[in-house]
């Protein structure tokens, strides 16, 4: 007699019917997914409500008048980038901010540059976090308050930066015919481009 299969069977069966068993018709098993780590690379980029935009030319190429509010607004943009970087460095410490605000500083003066040989006026405030750009001015707050609730999200902040100079920076090239404009903005452009490669690999 093989009486304890029979007793196995009747348990199995009385545990399939009160549930505690699965079986193949039962529902799908619940998945329960890994955290992820803050240094994994799987963020993405932050969304920004305050989005200036750049001075563009309609059609054609840029005119003298155009030139000069583009050098105006890039050259308030650098300095964005800047103090921001050092508002994070201050805050996080984080290497890759120290280095990249002293690339930032002299971004800022290759567009002076630029601009004193066309003799105009330097709009930048002596005092950071300070823009005469409405825009800029609303996008610095944003991106600080971001950055200020972790190191991630400061990194974050700093690829939001970069794409934002490589966007700005194509469209304005689109259209430039200086050749001094064009050489120092594709400087800048390639400059943004290693710095995106540094936040995203803090990521």
Excluded at 1 to 14: D, Q, W
Excluded at 50 to 71: I, M
Excluded at 166 to 178: F, G, H, P, S, Y
Aim: net charge negative.
């Amino acid at each position: 007699m093989k009486i304890s299969g029979s007793i196995a069977l009747i348990a199995v069966s009385a545990l399939t019917l009160s549930g505690c068993v699965a079986t193949s018709d039962s529902a799908a098993p619940i998945v329960i997914t890994p955290s992820v780590s803050p240094s994994a690379n799987t963020s993405v980029a932050p969304e920004i409500s305050a989005q200036p935009k750049v001075p563009t030319v309609e059609s054609g190429l840029a005119t003298p008048d155009a030139t000069q509010e583009q050098l105006v607004y890039l050259i308030e943009e650098e300095k964005l980038a800047h103090d921001v970087y050092d508002a994070m460095f201050a805050l996080w410490g984080a290497r890759v901010f120290g280095n990249i605000l002293q690339s930032e500083a002299t971004h800022q003066s290759q567009v002076l540059t630029v601009m004193q040989s066309r003799g105009i006026a330097d709009p930048r405030s002596a005092s950071p976090g300070v823009f005469v750009n409405k825009d800029l001015q609303s996008l610095y707050n944003e991106l600080v308050a971001k950055g200020s609730r972790s190191a991630v999200d400061a990194y974050e902040v700093g690829v939001a930066i970069e794409e934002l100079d490589i966007k700005d920076l194509t469209e304005m090239l689109a259209t430039a015919k200086d050749a001094d404009v064009i050489a120092m903005m594709e400087n800048l452009r390639k400059g943004s481009e290693n710095h995106l490669r540094a936040f995203n690999n803090q990521l």
